[in-house]
């Protein structure tokens, strides 16, 4: 029986703060995970050095589910987002060696292909609804079939989602210390629906148009929003209340047939087993990274494809290539797979990341090598020292702080 040797914590700013985990066992074998939780990079990296490492030495890497649920229960103090990052850190990791240790390709030890590649939505923004159109017809141009719209809303200096600079990402973590953006929920109310009305107006509708509201709404906004743009047939209306009071989401549900979608903040099944059970979403965007690794997120899919919720999982630049590949081999084999967000990483992150997947055609497809196709070079890594970076923090017009 082959036993861990070693879990190395490696924390490179590659572009972006990334937190990644090896594991090596005595059979030489290497796997990775992510381990990234952006703004709180060094709480996951320190969770995993200081408590888990330890835990792991010796162990046999094969026990996938065992380690899960020693590392999970064991903890006594359970759930939680750095927790939960770290534990899928460790699970994607002995899935990775699994897979090479079988000589098989993780989506194939998860059942095999379902399909071949998994539809990805783009992020098109714009200062204004004109800039926005022109940067929809650009990832129509780069083969998007759907895409994800936002505009920055007028008299708000810094509006959610709106890139800066040409490239594919939307990097809102951008400062040492939290940015303090006006929010003003009646001008987001009157101007989103208008810049997604000229989306349509301009485009038709060929292709699926997606929109995050990024968890700012009550209820009773979200419905009066997701009621507006029913004629726009959203694919999804993203995050449209804070998540923490699944109850919430049956007013909205209520007051609209826009379908929604919730979860990348989610960290394990119980944060959405009602709305899942009831039929409150139509789609969840748990991730490989944030919620248990793929042994959990697995779990969630199994789930939500019971209810006929669909996945659509988060995969924004603070997700690394690796729980990016490991999502994708679960996306290929999910029998109820919905879309999966894509936000093409800066370049310089593939200096250290090998990525285990393509992106064709408005698809991502897995690679087909032993584990997950994803590599990591340490000695590039070393090269981008960790840069602290901070997610933006929202405050009204009155000062008092509001959800970002
Ligand atoms: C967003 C993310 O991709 C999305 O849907 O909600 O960009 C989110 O803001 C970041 O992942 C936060 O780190
Ligand atoms: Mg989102």
Not at 102 to 117: E, I, K, N, S
Not at 229 to 258: C, H, I, K, S, Y
Not at 397 to 402: A, C, E
């Amino acid at each position: 029986m082959a036993t861990i040797t070693a879990a190395e914590v490696f924390v490179t700013s590659a572009g972006r703060n990334f937190v990644t985990l090896r594991i090596t066992t005595s059979d030489g074998v290497t796997g990775l995970g992510d381990a990234t939780l952006n703004g709180r990079e060094l709480s996951v990296a320190s969770y995993l050095r200081d408590h888990l490492v330890p835990l792991l030495l010796g162990r046999d890497p094969a026990r996938i589910e065992d380690m899960w649920h020693y590392l999970y229960k064991g903890a006594y103090w359970r759930r939680g987002p750095v927790t939960m990052t770290a534990i899928a850190a460790v699970d994607t990791a002995l899935w990775d060696i699994k897979g090479k240790v079988a000589g098989m390709p993780v989506y194939d030890l998860l059942g095999g292909l379902a399909r071949d590649g998994a539809l990805v939505y783009g992020h098109a923004s714009g200062q204004d609804t004109a800039e926005l159109l022109d940067d929809v017809a650009r990832f129509k141009d780069l083969g998007f079939r759907a895409i994800r719209a936002q505009a920055a809303v007028p008299g708000s200096p810094a509006s959610y989602g709106v890139r800066h600079g040409d490239g594919q990402g939307y990097e809102p973590a951008a400062a040492s210390l939290p940015d303090e953006q006006l929010w003003h929920t009646e001008d987001y109310l009157d101007f989103a629906p208008r810049y997604l009305t000229a989306v349509r107006e301009r485009f038709g509708f060929g292709f699926h148009l997606l929109h995050d509201v990024h968890h700012r709404l009550t209820p009773t906004e979200a419905g009066q929003l997701g009621h507006r743009l029913e004629d726009l047939r959203m694919f999804w209306m993203e995050d449209p209340v804070p998540a923490e009071l699944q109850d919430n989401f049956r007013q909205v549900r209520a007051a609209t047939r826009t379908p929604i979608a919730v979860g990348e903040v989610f960290n394990s099944i119980w944060d959405c087993e009602q709305l899942i059970s009831e039929r409150l979403i139509d789609y969840i965007r748990a991730s490989v990274v944030h919620a248990g690794g793929i042994t959990h997120l697995r779990r969630i899919f199994h789930l939500a494809e019971l209810h006929q919720v669909r996945t659509g999982s988060h995969g924004a630049t603070d997700l690394s290539p690796v729980s990016m590949s490991a999502a994708v081999h679960l996306d290929v084999t999910a029998a109820n797979f919905g879309i999966q967000e894509y936000m093409a990483h800066d370049p310089l992150a593939f200096e250290v990341f090998t990525p285990g997947y393509t992106y064709r055609d408005g698809a991502l497809y897995p690679s087909d090598a032993p584990g997950l196709g994803v590599e990591f070079d340490e000695k590039a890594a070393e090269r981008f020292p960790y840069d602290p970076r901070y997610l933006p923090v929202s405050r009204r017009r009155d000062g008092s702080v509001h959800d970002w």
